[in-house]
């Protein structure tokens, strides 16, 4: 188990430029979550994958996000066209749930993203 | 939706006791998780509670009241590395969408000697 990994660390870029963002679950976990969190807030749900679907988008989330989970195993996100409101720490986390006794492990965090927009 | 409120900051002793309220209101509860985060670093999980009562791990103990909508997290025995934030999270069941977790503002605990 070598835990959530999150690339890159930290990324700063100028508003108006495109950014992605990498997340490697945990191996043997199905569910992947994306979260932001400013200073002093709590993390703020973006969106979240059992294995390839993207089941919940936030209603927060504009049409500038996109992310992905291609294969089941890594994600993607995207902030197209940066605006400095995005500057915040990225996390990604992941979970396991089996179907058989709905039991649904705690959330596993990454070390995040911290993404400047300047 | 969800409402998760918890106090901003506490401070507390090297050695004593600290309780961290957390209240919540929501139409489909499915769980409440304490996460323990160190500044600039990810949140950690510390305590899980679905059915009333108080579950103790070591120096920390959480205790959940559903009817009440309301938690807390318990730490003893003060150290100074347990200055961080705590963070309350509940679980939301979603229609066909499966489980997500939403999060409090964080409590933010200074350890002093």
């Known amino acids: 188990d070598t835990g959530v990994s999150q690339d890159p660390r930290h990324k700063i870029t100028k508003r108006g430029q495109n950014v992605t963002f990498r997340c490697d679950p945990i191996s043997e976990h199905n569910r992947l979550y994306w979260y932001r969190q400013t200073l002093g807030q709590g993390p703020e749900f973006l969106t979240y994958f059992q294995n390839e679907a993207q089941l919940e988008k936030s209603r927060l989330l504009s049409d500038r996000f996109s992310a992905e989970r291609p294969k089941g195993s890594f994600s993607t996100l995207e902030i197209q066209r940066t605006e400095q409101g995005d500057s915040a720490m990225y996390l990604c986390?992941?979970?396991?749930?089996?179907?058989?006794?709905?039991?649904?492990?705690?959330?596993?965090f990454g070390n995040g993203t911290r993404l400047t927009v300047t | 939706g969800q409402n998760i409120d918890q106090p901003t900051e506490m401070t507390a002793t090297e050695g004593a006791i600290v309780q961290i309220n957390c209240t919540y209101q929501t139409s489909g509860f499915n769980g409440l998780f304490w996460y323990q985060q160190h500044a600039g670093e990810a949140p950690t999980f510390l305590s899980y509670n679905v059915l009333d009562g108080l579950e103790e791990k070591g120096r920390f103990s959480s205790f959940l009241s559903r009817s009440k909508g309301y938690s807390y997290l318990l730490l003893k025995e003060l150290q100074m590395k347990d200055s961080a934030s705590y963070l309350c999270?509940?679980?939301?069941?979603?229609?066909?969408?499966?489980?997500?977790?939403?999060f409090g503002g964080g409590t933010r605990v200074l350890v002093k000697p």
């Open positions: 999270a509940v679980r939301e069941v979603i229609k066909a969408a499966g489980n997500k977790l939403t």
């Open positions: 986390a992941s979970s396991f749930r089996t179907t058989e006794s709905s039991y649904n492990s705690p959330l596993h």
